[in-house]
Nanobody, 125 residues
Framework: VQLQASGGGLVQAGGSLRLSCAAS????????SGWFRQAPGKDRQFVAA????????IYADSVKGRFVISKDNAQNTIYLQMDSLKPEDTAVYYC???????????????????WGQGTQVTVSS
């Protein structure tokens, strides 16, 4: 299984970005997926997750109301729409996929088996 994250970049505070994560070797359909981020010198932090069928989506308090996780089955891709970006959102963003079918949401990195390579998001003030 390979996950390819993209869509990061440099944006001004208040702007928007949409991150994408394309999967090969496995479909997202039956597995929970998530987004995490890691700023320099900090631990990897939970951002958003959806369960296997999308009926449950959870967000970190710091991004609630600004970020939305979604999935396109036809493209076998998950997305993270990020609006009203703040300088504190600056980090490398990682997509992740659980290894168990019909899995539920999770907020801990160790719950996820497969990871993308990360995409840098930089928000300037």
């Amino acid at each position: 299984v390979q996950l390819q994250a993209s869509g990061g970049g440099l944006v001004q505070a208040g702007g928007s970005l949409r991150l994408s994560c394309a999967a090969s070797g496995r479909t997202f359909g039956a597995y929970a997926s998530g987004w995490f981020r890691q700023a320099p010198g900090k631990d990897r932090q939970f951002v958003a997750a959806r369960n296997w069928n999308g009926n449950s989506r959870i967000y970190a308090d710091s991004v609630k109301g600004r970020f939305v996780i979604s999935k396109d089955n036809a493209q076998n891709t998950i997305y993270l729409q990020m609006d009203s970006l703040k300088p504190e959102d600056t980090a490398v963003y990682y997509c992740a996929l659980k290894g168990l079918r019909f899995s539920q949401t999770g907020t801990h990195p160790e719950e996820y088996e497969f990871w993308g390579q990360g995409t840098q998001v930089t928000v300037s003030s």
